[in-house]
Structures are given as structure tokens and as C-alpha cells.
């Protein structure tokens, strides 16, 4: 592993160390999972351009916004301490959806980004003692056309 590598898994390590003593543990959780997700999808060649992105007026969100060649991907981050009531990503449902949906809208409106070079994914994080399993969901859904 590279230097810089374990240098950024120890200020990974010590800004979660951080949070879970500051926050819920539900948050703390979602946002250890995302800092693994950001970096899981860099390592794969995403270079992502936005975090936490929400519409102005709060009806829509994305977690990660990353390009992918010319393609922008619109990401949904979840995250689980098990999988003892199933993967992560089976939390995502229609309302979820169309928050994403209506949060891409926004993005593509303001960052003039051709919206037929889109796409929605999914990235699930377990995060267990001895590590985290990090799985990757392409393309789960599409942007209906007219809405």
C-alpha cells in the first residue's frame, strides 16, 4: 500500500473516530459509508464531482455525482452494520427514487450535462469488525422521460 494510501485510511479512521462519538449513530454509520463508497469509486475510475448535492428547495438528494468517461452517474449510498434484514440497497424505494430523480433533474438543469448520457447506480456498504463490503449496482433504474 502506498504512503498516501494509509494516510488517507488514517484520516478516514480518524474523522469517523470523530463522528461517532459527535452523532447519531445512524449518521455516523451513512457517512463512514459514503467516505468508503467516494473512495471505492475512485479506485474503479470515477472521478466524482459532487457529494451531498440537494435541490434548493430540499425535495430531492444525491449522496455521490461522478463522471464515468462522459457519462454522468447519479449514486444512492447505503449503508448497514449487517445484513441481517437484507442488503443495503433494498432500502431504496419509489419516494427515494424520485427524490433522486428530481435531485438529477436539478443537477442536469444547472450543470448543462447532456441527459441522455446519465445514469442511476447504487453503491452498498456493509462495514463489518474485520472490514467493509462494498458492493456496486449499475444502472438499477432510469429517469423516466416525461414526468
Known amino acids: 500500500m502506498k504512503l498516501i494510501e494509509r494516510l488517507l485510511l488514517w484520516c478516514d479512521h480518524q474523522r469517523n473516530a470523530a463522528r461517532w462519538k459527535q452523532w447519531t449513530p445512524e449518521r455516523a454509520l451513512g457517512r463512514e459509508g459514503e467516505d468508503l463508497a467516494h473512495r471505492f469509486l475512485q479506485q474503479k475510475g470515477y472521478y466524482v464531482v459532487a457529494r451531498n448535492y440537494r435541490t434548493p428547495t430540499g425535495s430531492g438528494e444525491l449522496d455521490v455525482v461522478a463522471r464515468q468517461g462522459e457519462?454522468?452517474?447519479?449514486?444512492?449510498?447505503?449503508?448497514?452494520?449487517?445484513?441481517?434484514?437484507?442488503?443495503?440497497?433494498?432500502?431504496?424505494?419509489?419516494?427515494?427514487?424520485?427524490?433522486?430523480?428530481?435531485?438529477?433533474?436539478?443537477?442536469?438543469?444547472?450543470?448543462?450535462?447532456?441527459?441522455?448520457?446519465?445514469?442511476?447506480?447504487?453503491?452498498?456498504?456493509?462495514?463489518?469488525?474485520?472490514?467493509?463490503?462494498?458492493?456496486?449496482?449499475?444502472?438499477?433504474?432510469?429517469?423516466?422521460?416525461?414526468?
Open 71 to 147: 457519462t454522468l452517474v447519479f449514486i444512492e449510498v447505503k449503508s448497514r452494520a449487517s445484513e441481517e434484514h437484507g442488503a443495503p440497497d433494498r432500502n431504496i424505494d419509489s419516494s427515494k427514487k424520485w427524490k433522486m430523480i428530481r435531485a438529477a433533474r436539478d443537477y442536469l438543469r444547472r450543470s448543462g450535462h447532456d441527459p441522455l448520457q446519465i445514469r442511476f447506480d447504487t453503491v452498498s456498504v456493509v462495514l463489518r469488525e474485520d472490514g467493509a463490503e462494498i458492493r456496486h449496482g449499475v444502472g438499477v433504474f432510469s429517469m423516466p422521460d416525461a414526468v
